[in-house]
């Protein structure tokens, strides 16, 4: 059986055009002409000897060996680039404060902190868990250098959107209904909800959803952290919305079927500086790659 030995330039067109979801983009985004990237695929699929795209409509999708190797190219990119990383800033050192909106800590810090403290071990991280607003304030106010934070950039001074995530209905684990008579046995009262407290973007997205279908809604439970809000929503005690990224045991997304309709919900990443410093550019580097490797199936932002 020969050797197969795959091209990271090809790899890295393949990956970057199911990111963003048209390999058109890819080839502006890579500096390549679509013809090169084009010739790329087809020496992909040669070298994996299956195909890796069947027909869908008027695009294409995946085969079960592109899913496959979509995996493995991702895990194959991340390798190369955090080797390269580790040599060229071995001598990288300084400090970096950084801070994450509640949902993003427990499934991405430990990944992050791994993988920055082995390529840049003389680099000290502070880190900070936090609601949106505190750390959009601590940002502005330079007492953090970056944020991975809920909310479109638009209005922000130093930020760019990283992704775009659909809200979900969350509930119990033991609930995959929408119906609000059959949630939790509790006919003809008003839908139990759970939420963050205020201001809180998808606390805010939930009760204008239930209002704009017509259906009567009560606080049956508020939180001033996110821990709090999933133990409820385990328990039964009501539903929330918030995206799929990161939702512990216990909860699951109800079925979308009969629910009122909910809007996207862009991340985006805040700096405090428009030029950052090198620690701070590599650590946004990872944490951007951390969430695109969590969400495989998310489209990049714009």
Not at 142 to 147: E, H
Not at 161 to 175: D, F
Request: charged share 25%; with cysteine; glycine share 10%.
């Amino acid at each position: 059986m020969r050797r197969i030995t795959f091209d990271l330039d090809v790899l890295r067109s393949f990956v970057t055009g199911m990111e963003l979801g048209s390999f058109s983009r890819a080839a502006d985004r890579l500096g390549r002409s679509t013809s090169a990237v084009s010739a790329q695929l087809r020496k992909l699929e040669d070298h994996a000897g299956t195909p890796i795209f069947h027909k869908a409509g008027r695009g294409l999708a995946l085969t079960g060996a592109g899913e496959t190797m979509l995996a493995y190219a991702r895990r194959l990119i991340a390798l190369n680039d955090e080797a390269a990383a580790a040599v060229r800033g071995i001598d990288l050192e300084g400090w970096v404060r950084l801070g994450l909106s509640e949902d993003f800590g427990e499934a991405l810090l430990p990944a992050v902190l791994g993988r920055f403290a082995r390529t840049h071990p003389r680099v000290r991280i502070e880190a900070r868990i936090a609601r949106t607003g505190d750390l959009l304030d601590r940002v502005t106010s330079g007492q953090i250098d970056l944020a991975l934070a809920w909310g479109d950039a638009a209005g922000a001074p130093h930020a760019e959107r990283v992704a775009e995530l659909p809200m979900r209905w969350v509930g119990s684990a033991g609930g995959d209904t929408w119906d609000p008579e059959l949630l939790y046995g509790r006919p003809g009262e008003p839908l139990p909800l759970a939420a963050l407290e205020a201001p809180c973007l998808l606390r805010k997205a939930a009760t204008d959803a239930l209002d704009r279908a017509g259906i009567p809604w009560r606080l049956a439970f508020v939180s001033p952290s996110l821990g709090g809000l999933w133990a409820a929503v385990a328990a039964g005690l009501g539903v929330t919305v918030r995206t799929e990224f990161g939702l512990p045991a216990g909860v699951r997304v109800l079925d979308p079927a009969e629910a009122p309709p909910l809007p996207s919900l862009a991340v985006a990443l805040h700096w405090a500086e428009a030029e950052p410093g090198p620690v701070t550019r590599r650590l946004a580097a990872i944490l951007v790659q951390a969430v695109r490797d969590a969400l495989p199936g998310l489209a990049e932002a714009a």
